[in-house]
Structure formats: C-alpha cells, structure tokens
DNA sequence: CGCAGCATTTGGATCGATCTAAATTTTCGT
DNA sequence: ACGAAAATTTAGATCGATCCAAATGCTGCG
C-alpha cells in the first residue's frame, strides 16, 4: 500500500517513493542522505512498526529475540529516533524548560550543570532561556517553552517576580520547580538552600569571636533569598541580644557594588568589627575597600560571606563563608521534576539543602596568615 | 464531519468529541483544561484551519480584516501554538542545540547568554547540553539533540575532539556552528576570538615594557585555542628575537592549577622577570603562588592573563590582560548560525572577534598602585 | 457580459511516531 | 492432543500542525 499514491508524494528529498523497496545495502548508515524512519526499520527487520515502537521504548512486552533484530536493524540503517513525532502523539517531550533569572551570575552554571547531569541520564534535554531579571523576558521565555511542549520547569524566578505571573505563565498548569528563589503564594515545589540557617551559623560563628559590632552589606533586590539572609542574621544576634549593625544595601548583587557600598559605610567612619556580606562576590568587593582604607580583613575588621564560590579558597585572605552548593541544589531540583512529572499529584515538596559552615581567614579566627589552595 | 469516529475515539481527556460543538464562553481562556487547538481556533474565528496556519506563520497572503478575526479568536481562546506539530510536518523545529565542553567554565556563562539573546528575538530556543569536557557525553548529547530535531547546532568541543567525532555526532549533516575553539578538519562555520593575536600583543607589551624573561604557565589540553595562543606568543617574541622562558603547563585550566604551576616554577629558582599565563583564572592562581613567596605581582614580576573576566580588573593587583568577549562570541555565533539555518548552501564564514589590550597593574606599566572599580 | 488575472481561502494528504484493541502465536495443564 | 490462558505482535486511527493544488472571490478590461 505504500508508493502508490495521488499526483501528490513529491517532497524536497525528491525521490523518497522510489528508494521505497528498502534495497539500500545492509550495513550503509544513512545511504541516501534521507533520514530513516520508524517504517524502514520495520521493514528491514521483518516486523510492524508496532513492535520497533515497543523496542524504542524498552518494553517488556517483545520477545528477547525480536529486541535484537530490530536493534540490530537500527543500528545498521543509521536510525534516529524522531522526538517530536513521538511527541505529538504522546504528549511527553521528553524536554524541561530552565528559565533563569540571569544567566551570567556565577552560580548558576553549577545549577545548570547540575541539572543537565541528572536529566541527562534520564534522556530528558534542558532547554535554556535566560530572563535577564526582565520580568517580561521572563514571560515570553515561559510562553516559548510551552510551545516547544515541555513536560516541566526549572524556575529561578526574576527579582520581583510575584505568584500571577507564573501562573500566567502556565507554570501552575504543569509540574514546576522553583529552585533558590521562592516566590510568595506561588506553591509550587522548591528546592533551595538553607540561607537563613546558614547566615545563622555564620552570625553565631562572628558573636562567638567577640564581635559585637556587625554590619550586613548587599541586597536591596526584592527576591525572597534576601529576606531569609536577614531572618537568619536577625535570629543569631537577638540570641545574643545584639542589636544589628550598619545594613547597606547594594544596586546590584556583585563584586563593584560591594566595593561601594563598603566605601560608603566607610567613608561614614561607622567602622564595624564585622561584616556579613550577602555574598562572596560582594565580599570581595568588601574587602577591596576596607583594604584601600588600610584595613586589614580578618585583623582589622571580620568579613563573611555567602556560597563558598571557588575563589574563596584562593583569595587573599581566604573568605570565610559558607556554603549553598548550586549544584546540588540543580541536581535536587532536576530529581524533584522528574517525580513530578511522573506522578502529578503527588504533595507538594520542599527540598532544602543544609548549609555547611566553612572558616578561612578572613573572618580572624583560622591562625594560618597563609595557607595552600583547597 | 467532526466527532463521528467509528469505535475508538476515547481519550484521556474524556469527553472532547462531546464539547466539540465549540460553544465555550467567549472570553473564556482555556475553558475545560483541554488544549486549545489551532482546529478550534479555526472553527471559533468562521475561517479553515489553513487560513489560520497561514495567519500563525504571519503570511502576506491572509486579508488583513481575517487575519484580525484569527488573532482575535486566538487571544480569545488562550491559544497556544504546538511547535511538535509544526515540527512534524514542516522539518524545522526553531530549536537550535548548545553544546558545551564545560558549562561551569566562567567564560561560558556569557556564550550561553549572547548566544540566547540572539535566538530569543528570532524566536528560537535554545538546548543546552554539558559535554564536561568527555567525548563520550559529547556524542551522546549530539545524538540527542538529533532526536529533537535542533536545526542547528553551536558547539564548544570538548578536550580531543576529532574531526570524525563532530562527522559521526552529524554535525556534519547539519547547520553548524564552532564556537571559541577550532577543530582541526572539521570545516565547520567558526566564530572565536582572535587568541594568537590577543597573545601577540600582550607579549609585545611585555616586551615594551623591558622584559627579556619571559614565562608561560596554563595549558596542557589538546585543544585549539592553546596552540593559538602560543604561536601568538612565540611570534612576539621571536620578532624580538628573544627566546621563549620556561613554559609551564597545568594539570586543568582553573586558579588552583595555575597557583601548583606557578609554586613548581618558583621552587626551582627560575624567577622570570614576566610570566604570561593562559586566561585570567589561571593569572590569579600565579598571582597568589608569587605573593606566597614575597614577590609583589606587577612590581617584581609582571603578571597578564587573557579574557578580562570581571574579576580581573577588581583583582588586587588588577589584572592587565585582553579581551575575549564570549559574549559577543556567542552573539556572532547565533547570528551565524541563523544565516547558515536560512541559507545551507552559502560559503563558509568564519568571524574573528578582535581582542583589546587592557592595561592595568599586573604588568607594572600602570603607576596607579590601587584604583576603583570598573 | 465574459473572462483573464490576481488575491484569498480551502480540503485533504501528510509528517513519524504512539495508542488501542484485536489478532496471532506460544505455552501448558490435563 | 485440545483448549484456555499467557505472551507477543499487529493494523489502523490518531496527535496538531503544514503543504500543495485546486477552488473561490474579486477586479478590471475589451
């Protein structure tokens, strides 16, 4: 029943019909440059399509005998499995959307990285869109993954993101993570680090110093993760009965607007003991100013951070900070998909990864001026 | 000649033949849950579904006054268009595949988002897969790209890529792009920065500036962009007539590699009067091997990298070093490969992104000892 | 008025897989 | 060896868009 059709049938590979008897020499992958279906494979194993469907998708139901001829014929005629048919008619894409905040912050090639290690040994593929903080970006991405059918999303939602935006967006009509950034009255699956205990135990760590006098520079963006930074460091010193230090905000969460601010704070002559940084990037901004002042970091004043970035380690003096492994986080978050998608209507979950606390120089307390690279 | 089916007909979706009749409220988007169909859309604005294909692809053929109608009747239902479809039938599924020998590599962070801001306003969309600098990854990631059918493909090969692998993976059988790192024999479009060039005229700086010694640490991997960089350097040097200093190379390209390098050089005694090192990172990590032993970077040996990441001109001493631009790298990239989707057929191009010198006080040419941020 | 020529719209086949229910083969107990 | 149950395979409809050729509507001209 095949070939013999209307006065339609032809296509741009031109003679697809007439190469149809399926002649082509046993062992040629992809003789004739047309790429090979589902059908040929059938045909040149000797069974339906039915059954080379069952072997695509490692059913139990053919026989171990049958697997292996159509195996062999696959790999013999060079076949690839064509997603977006099976698509169409399965409705799984196999596929998952990443829409991030903003690419080019430094955790979030490890989120990635983590992400595509676990999708990529269940066969599912990431795409990426970058919503550069722009919450109409950030819209148009979500729109374009739901076009392209995937099956879920990673979220790293945009500053100011609020619940009807994603919803809008469709992330509440299919199985979506949101990783390192909640978003209020969005509830939907999250996975994320312990932001608030860790600024705890850092806070716990400077007190335990002797410090009495912290600051806490960086963030004035409206993201939840600044929010729980500040519970966490507000909890460490009501303990003690502390009241907090200088809070200078920053335009922007990176090392130049660090630098700033601290210059501020400075050039006020407010001179706290310590100072908690938002994180390590803007910690090393910090630093850079207290040092054009002539202060020494982990002498003269105490820094910390937030995310043990590499650089860390190999700064001078090495930050002491702790950690919020955006890897991890990435690897969780894919896993966390990938139940979701299978089961719907499971209960909503929450994975939070437990910060771990990690003391270099800068906060004084290691007594190594200097030390080897980790 | 809808909703008659013969026997079959049931869905998971219950009773869609049953709501057939498209009566749904006006205004309603996404009344029952059900998907909306380009069929739907068709029956709700009075035209066929062809005519609505045709307003979707924003054809010139379509009166304004229907294309209106179908565009009214879309927002109206909360239409969402089903790229697998279009994809089936039409071949090409505006996905373009992103193939990364490393996405953690800092350098990649700004490709990817270049590369993502381009395809953003092409409407394109991009997958993102981590090769991490493994062949075996590599290939499987190409072959999945393949199954969802990307028309195109930008690649940073991984560490001993050969020109069969990229042929095998079906780069190819297809549109595609190498980014930041050539493969020898493989005569695929290439867009990178000018490395030999960048090196040649930071070594010239050196040069100019007095130094006679001159090292080279970082590098050891059998990757394109470190021969480029070394014949860059090589011909500055030997325009002067001056014989290459040790050369040293890293275990992987990262800080705390650079730092071993640079220990084992200064272990041995043979203190150069300037070292150039591989990128930037890898300068960190000697900058901080030389202040281990009491050398002052920039003052008792000139220190200059290569891409001028952020951090290097917030690094005390800040980095003098040249410009790789992955960002622009990546633009280019997706631009060319765009025209290369478009026209298949059209000659090979290649796009060099010019490197510029950044002079600051690694070299110990800039007489300001401390400065503000970038 | 008739008809060529253009602008617009349309029916029906089609892409390549999956799904369902039914057909076929095999296995096994008696 | 027979028939029922289990194991395996299959035909044909189907997913939702695009493509093509052909149909229709409209205009203007001789």
Redesign the pocket.
């Known amino acids: 029943?095949e070939g013999a059709?209307?006065?339609?049938?032809?296509?741009l590979p031109a003679a697809?019909d007439a190469a149809e008897p399926s002649d082509l020499p046993d062992e040629a992958p992809l003789a004739g440059g047309l790429?090979v279906?589902?059908?040929d494979v059938a045909a040149h194993a000797?069974?339906?399509?039915?059954?080379?469907?069952?072997v695509?998708?490692k059913s139990?139901?053919?026989?171990a005998?049958?697997?292996a001829k159509v195996e062999e014929a696959m790999a013999g005629l060079g076949?690839?499995?064509?997603r977006s048919?099976?698509n169409?008619?399965?409705?799984?894409s196999r596929t998952v959307g990443l829409v991030l905040c903003e690419i080019t912050t430094p955790n979030f090639a490890q989120l990635t990285a983590g992400i595509d290690e676990v999708l990529g040994t269940e066969g599912y593929m990431a795409f990426i869109g970058n919503a550069a903080e722009d919450a109409a970006r950030q819209r148009e991405v979500l729109v374009r993954m739901q076009e392209h059918g995937v099956d879920g999303l990673v979220v790293v939602a945009s500053e100011n993101t609020r619940a009807d935006a994603l919803e809008e967006g469709a992330c509440a009509r299919m199985p979506c993570v949101l990783a390192q950034r909640r978003v209020e009255g969005f509830p939907a699956d999250y996975v994320g680090p312990d932001y608030g205990a860790g600024m705890e135990l850092i806070t716990e760590h400077l007190i335990g110093l002797g410090h009495r006098n912290i600051a806490f520079i960086g963030g004035v963006r409206r993201i939840a993760p600044l929010a729980e930074r500040m519970a966490g460091f507000h909890r460490a010193l009501r303990r003690h009965k502390l009241k907090s230090g200088a809070v200078v905000p920053c335009a922007v969460i990176d090392r130049s607007s660090g630098y700033t601010a601290a210059r501020e704070l400075l050039a006020k002559g407010d001179i706290p003991s310590a100072i908690v940084c938002y994180n390590d990037v803007v910690a090393f901004g910090v630093m850079l100013a207290l040092d054009e002042r002539g202060l020494v970091p982990g002498r003269d004043v105490a820094v910390v951070g937030c995310d043990d970035v590499d650089e860390a380690g190999l700064h001078r003096p090495a930050l002491t900070t702790f950690t919020t492994d955006p890897r991890v986080v990435g690897r969780e978050a894919a896993r966390l998909l990938l139940r979701r998608i299978a089961h719907p209507d499971r209960p909503r979950e929450e994975i939070i990864v437990p910060p771990r606390l990690v003391i270099r120089q800068s906060c004084g307390a290691a007594n190594r001026p200097t030390g080897g690279a980790r």
């Open positions: 029943m059709k209307g006065p339609q049938g032809r296509r697809r790429r279906r589902l059908k000797g069974v339906s399509r039915a059954t080379v469907s069952l695509l998708r139990p139901l053919v026989k005998e049958t697997r076949y690839v499995y064509n048919a099976a169409l008619r399965s409705g799984a």
